[in-house]
Nanobody, 124 residues
């Protein structure tokens, strides 16, 4: 019932910063956690960051900790992923996800709602 739509991806240079957006609609009252995952060609979908919608607590993968930041705008019903100091290793399709569970694992199977993805390509 929750629809998610990502935007903000594109072609950027190493060292640049990008902000991805995920707009939520539908039965958003069922949303508990929202997260970002990414998937590069030939790799599994990888957890990036998550946020508790009501409390605002965050969780990050070690590979992005200190460079990426997840945040929310309650008025806009939108989650953001601020990506700094990008490297070519960050190149991937980035997906927004949500779950109505009160607990989650940092794996794709924990999240039942997904956006269509937005491609981020980082050139050197």
């Amino acid at each position: 019932q929750v629809q998610l739509a990502e935007s903000g991806g594109g072609l950027v240079q190493a060292g640049d910063s990008v902000r991805l957006s995920c707009a939520a609609s539908g039965r958003t009252s069922s949303r508990i956690f929202m997260a970002w995952f990414r998937q590069a060609p030939g790799k599994e979908r990888e957890f990036v960051a998550a946020i508790n919608w009501s409390g605002g607590s965050t969780n990050y993968a070690d590979s992005v900790k200190g460079r990426f930041a997840i945040s929310r705008d309650n008025a806009k019903n939108t989650v953001y992923l601020h990506m700094n100091s990008l490297t070519p290793e960050d190149t991937a399709a980035y997906y927004c996800a949500a779950t109505d569970r009160s607990w989650y694992r940092t794996v794709a199977g924990s999240f039942g709602y997904w956006g269509q993805g937005t491609q981020v390509t980082v050139s050197s």
